[in-house]
């Protein structure tokens, strides 16, 4: 059991370039998120997916595209990196409510992207 | 909608001592609150979490935080640290069900433990 795991795990981008973010877990979690870090402003939602072919936008989603064509994977796109997009991406994912799964959510190790 | 303040961005103190993490929280709504730990290049980890019932929750790792509604405060407290729980500890908030159950973070605070 892996749990949540991020490919690549590092990226350097020149900008105007494009690469996709790969987020599995074997949880059989419904929800996935995608999320971004920076320093002194904590994680800020860009996309979730509350199940297979669905998403929706978070707090920061210009920029960005998902898809969610099989339940465990969660894409994040960037079609055109900006330096902007420069930050450490966490994917996570969480099952459907019940009371004893206490919301919680499962997060992936991180994708450290530069975008030059 | 909700919004979570960690007043304190870094928190320096002495192993063995003990700590306090603040942790407020805005919204109209009952709430989960949750206190999540990072390591050094490392994601995420659930330290504990309040759903409901006592208002005292434990933790992993000797930590425990106390929901305070009146207050709208969730703070993190250890009676001493150790050098192993220098790390970035930031408080979520989730609203209700429905929605994605989306997490709103606090900025982070930064816990140095000294010799």
């Known amino acids: 059991n892996a749990g949540v795991t991020q490919t690549p795990k590092f990226r350097v981008l020149k900008t105007g370039q494009s690469m996709t973010l790969l987020c599995a877990q074997d949880?059989?979690?419904?929800?996935m998120y995608w999320y971004r870090q920076d320093p002194g402003m904590g994680l800020r939602l860009i996309h979730y997916?509350?199940?297979?072919?669905?998403?929706a936008k978070g707090e920061v989603p210009d920029g960005y595209n998902v898809s969610r064509l099989k339940k465990q994977n969660f894409l994040l796109g960037l079609e055109s990196a900006a330096p902007s997009q420069t930050s450490v991406y966490f994917c996570?994912?969480?099952?459907?409510?019940?009371?004893?799964?206490?919301?919680?959510?499962?997060f992936g190790p991180g994708t450290r992207l530069t975008v030059l | 909608a909700q919004s979570v303040t960690q007043l304190d961005s870094q928190v320096p103190v002495f192993e063995e001592a003990p700590v306090e993490l603040r942790c407020n929280y805005s919204?109209?709504?009952?709430?989960?609150l949750f206190w999540y730990v990072q390591y050094p290049n490392q994601g995420l980890q659930l330290l504990l979490k309040?759903?409901?019932?006592?208002?005292l929750v434990k933790g992993i790792n000797g930590f425990e935080a106390e929901f305070n509604k009146s207050q709208t405060s969730f703070h993190l407290r250890k009676p001493s640290v150790h050098i192993s729980d220098t790390a970035e500890y930031f408080c979520?908030?989730?609203?209700?069900?429905?929605?994605?159950?989306?997490?709103?973070f606090g900025t982070g605070t930064q816990l140095k433990v000294e010799l």
């Open positions: 949880m059989n979690h419904e929800y």
């Open positions: 997916s509350v199940g297979e072919g669905t998403t």
């Open positions: 996570a994912s969480r099952p459907t409510f019940f009371p004893n799964s206490g919301e919680r959510q499962f």
């Open positions: 919204s109209s709504v009952s709430v989960y």
């Open positions: 979520a908030v989730s609203v209700g069900t429905g929605g994605g159950n989306k997490l709103t």
């Open positions: 309040y759903l409901s019932g006592s208002t």
